[in-house]
């Protein structure tokens, strides 16, 4: 069965220093990969993804992920991290088997602490 | 960007009556929307595929009779949630993609809290 898992519930960080957010996957076929964004009270926001390529993908507000097929994981990273980047992450891959659907890691709270 | 409007954001309303949420893809058409239900600190629940100009596909466990999707035109999804009731209170997020860009990522609407008193 297809599965994403975000095995962190929560991330801490102190601002300035580098930050992991993990996901592992498990898919048939090659997978499409992706990281969102959640705000307090808002949806999500498209962050980068991972079809096919260069194993490190970069995406929006400085976050880069690396897709290591042997380890089946997606981790999402970003040099040095900024308060405003506390939020909810989650990492997604695409359903080979249902057209378009995603599905969802449980999500990872990051907080980056001044 | 290509982005999504859902309106409203917020919403109160009394039991019993119904409620509709609207998704529009401001920049882009989409053939498929997907409606989200999403409980506190908890991940997002796909409740239905919203098809242009077809029947929504519901995902196991959701009342199509509670919840009904119209998915009219390219630009606009609705769902309304019919005799509501306190447990219906939620957060409710659309989706869509760019059916004219490969592989598209989804594009979220904002999502709508909806307190049911």
Redesign the interface.
């Known amino acids: 069965a297809q599965s994403v898992a975000q095995p962190e519930d929560q991330v801490n960080v102190a601002e300035g220093n580098p930050l992991t957010v993990k996901c592992t996957y498990s898919v048939s076929g090659n997978p499409?990969l992706?990281w969102?964004v959640q705000y307090p009270?808002?949806?999500?926001?498209?962050l980068l993804?991972y079809?096919t390529g260069d194993n490190l993908v970069k995406g929006s507000y400085g976050f880069e992920a690396e897709f290591n097929k042997s380890q089946t994981s997606f981790h999402l990273k970003k040099p040095s991290a900024l308060v405003s980047d506390s939020a909810l992450y989650?990492c997604a891959v695409?359903d080979p088997d249902s057209?378009?659907?995603?599905i969802?890691?449980?999500?990872t709270k990051l907080i980056i602490k001044p | 960007g290509a982005v999504v409007s859902q309106h409203p954001s917020r919403v109160i309303c009394k039991s019993g009556t119904s409620v509709k949420i609207e998704c529009r893809s401001l920049d882009f058409q989409a053939t498929t929307m997907f409606w989200y239900r999403q409980f506190p600190k908890q991940s997002l629940m796909l409740m239905a595929t919203s098809n242009e100009g077809s029947k929504a596909t519901y995902e196991q466990g959701v009342e199509k009779d509670k919840f009904l999707i119209n998915h009219a035109s390219l630009t606009l999804s609705t769902l309304t949630v019919t005799s509501a009731h306190p447990e219906d209170s939620s957060f409710y997020i659309c989706s869509a993609r760019d059916h004219e860009v490969s592989v598209s990522p989804l594009h979220f609407g904002n999502g709508t809290r909806l307190t049911v008193t």
């Open positions: 499409y992706f969102y009270n808002r949806g999500l926001q498209f993804k079809i989650f695409r057209n378009y659907q995603l969802w890691g449980a999500g």
